[in-house]
């Protein structure tokens, strides 16, 4: 069985950087493309950040960093100065196929999400 | 603004049929090459989930009263025999040649009456 367990709430002062981290388990974490996709409080998804399965690119939103690894099996999101728009739940997401291209992704298993609160 | 765009609501009578639109460009939906759209629920409080993948694909457990469709650079996602439980936001996604990158439209609050 697939799961995506995320790290818990945050909140972080504005400026100041956080990482967020994603345990996979139930699947080969290099075989799959994996995502970060972030909702803010009462709107809709927003995609953030894409690390190809082979790690040959990864694809983000400005100050965000995705990272892997996959001998812990576990995803990361690092995001840089924050702002108090970065305020949201942020989503660890799997692909539904195995070694796709990016045309081809959706989104089939779900972590449980991370609130992160952006607060002086 | 999304570059997907979805009606902000949508509502219905338990048992009827509904439609959601998505309506993208020749970049995304409408593109030459193969770009699928895909559909996701969100029921208040929780993560969403995959509806529909691919050209009409449902994911184990999901009823087959749930179908999409696509036209040109348009996209739409059927609910048919409306149940409460279907209440929720409906997502569509697909892939923007222009930009490189997924993208999500804007999402639709489904109220069933």
């Known amino acids: 069985e697939v799961q995506l367990l995320q790290s818990g709430g945050v909140v972080v002062q504005p400026g100041r950087s956080l990482r967020l981290s994603c345990a996979a388990s139930?699947?080969?974490?290099?075989?799959?493309?994996m995502h970060w996709v972030r909702q803010a409080p009462g709107k809709g998804l927003e995609w953030v950040a894409l690390i190809h399965w082979d790690e040959d690119s990864t694809s983000v939103k400005g100050r965000f960093i995705i990272s892997r690894d996959v001998d812990k099996n576990s995803l990361y999101l690092q995001i840089n100065t924050v702002r108090p728009e970065d305020s949201a739940f942020y989503y660890c997401?799997?692909?539904?196929?195995?070694?796709?291209?990016?045309?081809?992704?959706?989104?089939?298993?779900w972590g449980q999400g991370t609130l992160v609160t952006v607060s002086s | 603004q999304s570059v997907l765009t979805q009606p902000p609501s949508v509502s219905g009578a338990l048992g009827q049929r509904v439609t959601i639109s998505c309506t993208g460009s020749t970049s995304n939906i409408g593109s030459r090459y193969d770009v699928f759209v895909h559909w996701y629920q969100q029921r208040p409080g929780t993560v969403p989930k995959l509806l529909i993948y691919g050209e009409n694909n449902r994911p184990s457990g999901v009823p087959d009263r749930f179908s999409a469709s696509k036209s040109g650079a348009s996209a739409s996602l059927a609910i048919n025999g409306l149940q409460a439980e279907d209440e929720a936001d409906y997502y569509c996604?697909?892939?923007?040649?222009?930009?490189?990158?997924?993208?999500f439209g804007g999402g639709t609050k489904l109220t069933v009456l």
């Open positions: 996604q697909s892939y923007d040649s222009s930009l490189t990158r997924l993208l």
């Open positions: 139930g699947f080969t974490l290099g075989d799959y493309s």
């Open positions: 997401a799997k692909v539904g196929r195995p070694m796709a291209p990016i045309r081809e992704d959706y989104f089939k298993d």
